[in-house]
């Protein structure tokens, strides 16, 4: 789908829409990741300047994406935090460009008040990677504006979290805190047709977490509720394609591997997927929907 993909309202609809189908949307959808950050893993320091951010996010819709992930802290491992001024000024601007260009937006954030500024520059999805734990206005915010509701699995924030990652069970677990999760936005007068899960690997997980979940998205997806994955670059993908010293696989080459993670998820039936490389995406999600089409 590559260059035949042109943004516009449809793409909108599609990432709007609730569908709660057991075995996933028709298509997948492409979150594509746009980090305006000076630190992020895999692009921080890239997209902070706005003319950057916006030709980027520009990019990735014509080459497929559904949505586009804005986000203004990083997550990473270890990240210090910023202030919520910081990350509403990094955002809100570009999000309004790219909404006045037709595409649809999320926002990656674990503040209410950013995610509010988010919306009102035109976001229509709210990535929470706390899964609405780490601001308690998280849910108002969603319940009053109607917004989809990323809620990803999560125990705490970057500084600490891997010290978090431990488990009886991870995919037993990690089900249980999410639906604890749901329950609580439901609580909160949430429409449950607006949310949308993902086990958030990396968060709290070694890379033994990560494969388990990886290896039993199915059972996510079987909780009824759009599943979102979101692989792209993680370390353990690194440490899987690690040099004879030990060395892991730079971030920037650690692309083919997380399209074969992509394209297992979507025999898993998620939703969707949130990557860096949106135009391989397209072309392995082409790929996929040709070979379901001809069983
Ligand atoms: N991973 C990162 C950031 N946001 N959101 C969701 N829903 N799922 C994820 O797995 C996820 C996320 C960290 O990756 P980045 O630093 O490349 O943005």
């Known amino acids: ?16 829409t609730p569908h709660s189908a057991p075995d996933g949307p028709a298509r997948p959808q492409i979150m594509g990741v746009l980090n ?11 997209y902070l300047d706005f003319g950057d951010a916006v030709a980027h996010g520009e990019q990735m819709g014509a080459e497929g994406a559904d949505l586009i992930d804005v986000g203004g802290e990083s997550t990473r491992p270890g990240a210090e935090r910023v202030d919520a001024a ?24 674990t503040r209410a008040a950013v995610a509010a500024a988010a919306i009102e520059a035109g976001a229509s999805v709210v990535n929470d990677v706390s899964g609405g734990l780490a601001d308690p206005d998280m849910a108002r915010v969603v319940a009053d504006t109607g917004v989809r509701w990323v809620l990803m699995h999560w125990r705490g924030h970057s500084s600490d979290m891997q010290r978090l990652a431990r488990y009886e069970s991870v995919v037993a677990d990690v089900k249980a805190e999410l639906e604890d ?5 439901l609580d909160s007068g949430v429409d449950r047709e607006r949310l949308i899960l993902d086990p958030g690997l990396g968060f709290a997980k070694t890379a033994e977490h990560n494969w388990r979940l990886s290896a039993h998205l199915d059972e996510f997806v079987a909780l009824g509720y759009p599943v979102l994955f979101g692989s792209s670059r993680k370390s353990y993908l690194g440490r899987l394609l690690a040099d004879e010293s030990g060395k892991p696989r730079p971030v920037g080459q650690r692309e083919a591997a997380t399209l074969a993670t992509s394209v297992l998820a979507f025999e898993a039936g998620v939703w969707g997927v949130r990557v860096h490389d949106v135009a391989g995406t397209a072309d392995a999600r082409a790929v996929w929907l040709a070979t379901r089409a001809a069983r």
């Open 1 to 16: 789908m590559r260059g035949v993909h042109a943004p516009g309202a449809s793409n909108v609809d599609a990432v709007t």
């Open 181 to 185: 999760r749901v329950e609580a936005a």
């Open 36 to 46: 305006v950050t000076p630190d992020s893993f895999s692009d921080g320091g890239r």
């Open 86 to 109: 910081t990350e509403t000024s990094r955002v809100v601007d570009v999000i309004a460009a790219l909404v006045e260009r037709g595409l649809a937006v999320s926002i990656d954030t």
